[in-house]
């Protein structure tokens, strides 16, 4: 089954991914370099920051001033994480973001209990009460999520009727507050997806809920990430989150669990060349692989943005 | 479409490519090392080592020595790489080692001029005389194989028409000698292929010739390599090349063009995840990936070496 999408939307998370986990102390400048650098690629959607405890994730406590410095390019849409009611009002403070709240669930209840102290049911709870001070707020819902979509290291293999159930819940949730969920996240969030999987999941969704717009956001912890997400478009998917040079994780850390998202650069460039459209200059994103690399001081996982696109290739031959 | 294999071969080639490319000069015990741990993972076929120009290709001075000291497991093979008669030789005198020659052709002209100043009837007239040299001495021949078969630094695009053209070729030379080729290798030797257009160039081949037994050789320069494994399985392709850890390139070195072959430990993780046989026992890959990687003394490319395997996680779940 072949259903490529003639055009893909990418959500680059690399500034939020990777400077909420690299060691180092990184300049507040270096970080808003590199997302004026993304901006000017074509991207449409740039995750910058994430609202969280800067005691916690110390790369994060200048959220705000990473914001601020921003040179706002025209069409770009600056997006920001946020995990509570207290981030959420950090978000809105800060200004300049294109805010969006979800509907968020997990396929693992025991992942909910121990990253969260939440039972399911106490989730769906919290999921009502998230919904309703994004809508009191004026910030528009319409995107479901769901985390740890194909498999969890707390309890094991996911299938595809447990994520069924969740998207069931998901409308449900929506519908209780007149929210029409059209959009559905699934998170590959340990790793855990074949591109097989991927497959049967998405397309079960895809058969039961055929007007939901699915997108993926792929972790590379066993290199996977670019062979799910071909899975992935091979289904009709047409929404990824991906990281430029792979940033949000160091496989050579050698501690188990530590990778990033897919890399966009390597997403980009296999998408281009099967023929289908991005919006994004590759040629400028590998530099911005390569600015990532400078501002972290470590090498990254990402491979075309040493390996090289085709272009030059192509031109100098024949 | 999908016709994913029950079971897959995978002929590791990490000894091979990866000593002959490393720069630091590796005792020959340590490769034996690798090779004979290389022979306890269930592995069916081991390139050993290549017999090159020692003056230009340093680590592989050694190579009778390396294929002295292994200490033969039975049921595997044992391989070599040779390229011309000398090496050929040199192949036979070590002993010990599953010889078997191959018809070579290369999609590409201009890599052919440039890599042997040969013309590509010249080639096909080299490759009759490779083919009568082995019989003469005994080696049987059944295998085809097609260099540059998506794409050439030199030459550019190659259409699924000029490799079906050189598969003909192929199959009139064996006939030519009373050889019946029933085997192919398609080799991405510089790292252009992404997983629609395998998907096209092995349809195509395998409409045309649906005796060919199709066989994937798949450099991981632009990080497509897994994704290309996968379309292959989707078209039914059930042999792999791969390398142990990645080992072959180096993603890092910054310089274009150095890559490792797909990663074995990632190839069989994906196969073992979507169900399918490969005869190795992941862990003891992983092991040797480790090893690898302690020999040759830098990070190498492979991804479940540092993510780990989920056979435990899921022990532990649930």
């Known amino acids: 089954m072949s259903d490529l999408p003639r055009k893909v939307h990418i959500k680059e998370e690399g500034p939020r991914e990777g400077f909420q986990i690299e060691k180092g102390p990184i300049a507040t400048q270096r970080k808003i370099e590199l997302i004026d650098a993304l901006s000017e690629t074509g991207l449409a959607h740039i995750q910058a920051v994430s609202f969280v405890n800067g005691k916690r994730v110390p790369g994060m406590a200048d959220a705000e001033a990473v914001v601020a410095g921003i040179r706002m390019k025209p069409g770009v849409h600056y997006e920001a994480l946020w995990l ?3 981030g959420l009002e950090r978000a809105i403070a800060a200004g300049r973001l294109h805010l969006e709240g979800n509907i968020s669930m997990c396929a ?12 399911f049911e106490s989730n769906i709870a919290y999921a009502h009460q998230v919904l309703q001070s994004c809508l009191a707020r004026g910030i528009p819902v319409r995107r479901g999520q769901i985390s740890a979509a194909f498999g969890c290291n707390y309890q094991g293999d996911v299938p595809a009727a447990t994520v069924l ?3 069931e819940r998901i409308r449900e949730i929506g519908a209780a507050h007149g929210v029409a969920v059209d959009e559905l996240l699934l998170a590959d969030s340990m790793a855990w997806a074949v591109p097989a999987q991927i497959k049967r999941t998405v397309g079960a969704i895809r058969e039961r809920h055929p007007d939901l717009r699915i997108a993926l956001h792929l972790h590379d912890t ?3 990430g670019i062979a799910n997400a071909y899975a992935g478009l091979e289904m009709g998917v047409d929404s990824f989150d991906a990281s430029v040079a792979g940033l949000g994780g160091c496989p050579f850390a050698r501690h188990r669990g530590a990778a990033g998202n897919v890399c966009t650069e390597d997403l980009v460039f296999m998408c281009h060349e099967m023929g289908i459209e991005t919006g994004i200059d590759l040629d400028r994103l590998i530099e911005c692989a390569v600015l990532a690399e400078d501002i972290v001081g470590h090498p990254l996982p990402g491979s075309v943005k040493s390996g090289g696109s085709l272009a030059g290739l192509r031109q100098g031959a024949s």
Chains 1, 2 share one sequence.
């Open 84 to 86: 509570n009611e207290k």
């Open 108 to 119: 693992s209840e025991k992942f909910l209990q121990v990253n969260y102290n939440r039972s």
């Open 165 to 167: 159930d969740l998207v």
């Open 222 to 224: 066993r290199g996977m």
